[in-house]
């Protein structure tokens, strides 16, 4: 009962180990397989008591397998040794050397039955391997377990034996022989315990690193999918049915499944480079316009691997349309030679296609597709693979039906009014084309770095660095909506006159930037005047157009992106790139915000607005007393408790008080709150005079407010000469609040 108290958890598994093992491998070698095998199964049912599980085959689990597994580990033991219990031979001359080998043939055996039929338990419960469980997630529990072994003999052997057949197994040299063990025991729980802390936190992090990567390739995928309106949700089925026949035709490694997985959303990734009059084009293609679009497999697959993806993911977007007979493009690789998710993806890739509609023909029925896929196996398709797509289609098939995702799941990308954009050259001219492989570069170098910025501050300046190389912008805006006043507030700007717009407030459905908060969609080639008013009038080419896009994550609007433009409007290649960069960036802002928040909240008091004393202590300490130990620095700490005919709540005094100080005070000059009902204002290089003198025009600036009639009480200390800590100088504060106004009159003479 006391050891089922001390537990580790198994890393990503619903399983627990306990330290009991090394008292129930005592007991074996002490008295026998018997007692042994009842003590593990009493274990078991109070561990399931102590969890209170309602299924009875938990309980039943937890009883009889440490009672099997110890029961074939006492079996292996005294197969080996031919000797009896301790108990039973006191006098036995078996010696520790001797008990070695068949020690660890016990821990071996305990730890292959007892991970076994975990494994087994597990995977029944998870709906996977059990070795694949075990191989993952137990094997390396085999040292610890031939540990807790090895100090079972210690404690066996030094137990004495003659004591063992005393009615009293509490006697003083057992307790001693105890006291040996648990020491062990203790250091090798807590090693263990530490180590597999540590394991979690790794799982944890390889986890959040792997949802970057997917949040990463999904984005990426929607944009595809947005821009190729012909085969909307296609990489979607393609994604289901590749991993599905990976597994199928017998794709081991995760690694491998995960990369199939990956491809499977970006294996049209060179689409972005096609024109979309050729990706829409309702007829069929001309000879150019076929090999223009061959070229999206090569593109896609140098645009991936810029990309350090932990799994292969560009050769199987580069080659998913070569053929097993070598008649594919775009390298003519035949048979083997193409990689496997290449293989699989041409299958499910082609049969996708077949039954949904396209401009210029009908969707195929299932029927006619498979048999599209019967009549291609072995020419363009490898056999094994077709045949294993046609075996496992009905049932993905119905999983699909079941599993459709809602459509508001998605990112859109909408359409609002737009200016009429510059114009630029069409592709028949020479000129730049839509989606070009620089803009798919950029965004996925841009979607990267978010992944190591954790401040907004350094993802809008990168944000910045990318965007202005491709869009002709002169000034950009993060705004964040601010839910208590409905506006939305400028967090970050770029650019040409950053500075004069920092704290900009727009009500939200008001401007350019606001009409996009209260809409969701996109703005092109507004007036930037309508967010900036006058403040840039004098810049030069003056802020003609503005582009902004909203910034989504699921169905939560967690920002805005604008762009100002002088001398020239944004074109429509602008907006889909701005639009993909909102896209990508939404979720990294979204957890960026979080995490200023939060990090806010340690120093900011919620209840109203102003630095609390921690941030008090932090700057005295970093700043005033710390950095520059020789310069003055006034505090004027002022209690407002005690009210004269005025009924207020300390939190609306405290801020009624704060607001009526602020027009006497510095623009370097600090106010926080301290404690419930005080205020503290740090003036830097003011002296006790003038410290004094800044105390009494506060208070003749209540007057005529509503702080009028606080009558709040006047502490004053100087640095360094009243003190170097924080609470050396609060408490000659305190002192001089006690002394009443005398002593700041005095301070002021």
Known sequence: WVTGSFTVKVPALPATIYVSETFLFALTLLFGPAPAVLTAALDGLFISLRHRSREPIRHLFNIAEPAISLGCAATVFYAITGEPPFAQAPGGNAGPASLILPVLGMGCAYFLFNSGLTAVAVAAETRTSPWVVWRQHLMWLGLNTLGGASLGLVLAVSLPRAALLDAHLLTWSNLGSLGIVLPLLVISFITFRTSVARVQDANHHLAELNK???????????????????????????????????????????????????????H???????????LNKPGKLTAAEYERMKLHAPIGAD???????????????????ENWDGTGYPDGLKGAAIPIGARIMSVVDCFDALVTDRPYRAALSVEQATAVLVERRGTMYDPAVVDAFIGIHPRLAAQHAADTVDDRSRIHFPRGPVAEPRDEPHAEDGGPEPGSADEILLVCQLAEEMGGRTTLHEMAEAIWWHVRRMVPAALAAIYVPDDRSRELVLRHASGTGADRVEGLRIGVGQGVSGWVADNGATLTSSYPALDLGTRLGDVVPPLESALSTPLVTGSRMVGVLTFY??????????????????????????????????????????????????????????????????????????AVDGQSGVSMAPDVALATFAAASRPVLRSGDLLLRHGENELVILLPDTRRQATAGVAGRILAALEGTAAQGLAPSVGLACAPADGRTIDELLLKAHACMEQGSASVRAAQA
């Open 268 to 278: 049209d990734m060179g689409k972005l480079a096609v024109p979309e009059s050729i």
């Open 565 to 638: 433009a002088g001398g020239q409007s944004f074109s429509s290649s602008d907006r889909r790139l701005v639009e993909l960069v909102a896209a990508v960036i939404a979720d990294p802002v979204a957890r960026a915000l979080e995490y200023e928040q939060g990090r806010e909240a340690t120093w900011k008091d919620g209840r109203t607005g102003l630095p609390n004393a921690w941030a008090l202590a932090r700057l005295l300490t970093s700043r005033a007393l710390g950095a520059m130990p020789d310069r003055s620095f006034g505090l004027l700490c002022f």
């Open 303 to 321: 645009i991936l691997s810029q990309i350090e993806f932990p799994y292969p993911v560009a050769p199987i977007v580069r080659h998913h349309h």
């Open 212 to 266: 970057l990567y997917m949040s990463t390739v999904e984005t990426l995928a929607m944009a595809i999918d947005a821009k190729d309106q012909t085969t909307h949700g296609h990489i979607r089925r393609v994604q289901a049915y590749a991993v599905a026949l990976a597994r199928a035709v017998g794709v081991k490694s995760e690694t491998d499944v995960k990369a199939v997985e990956t491809a499977a959303l970006l």
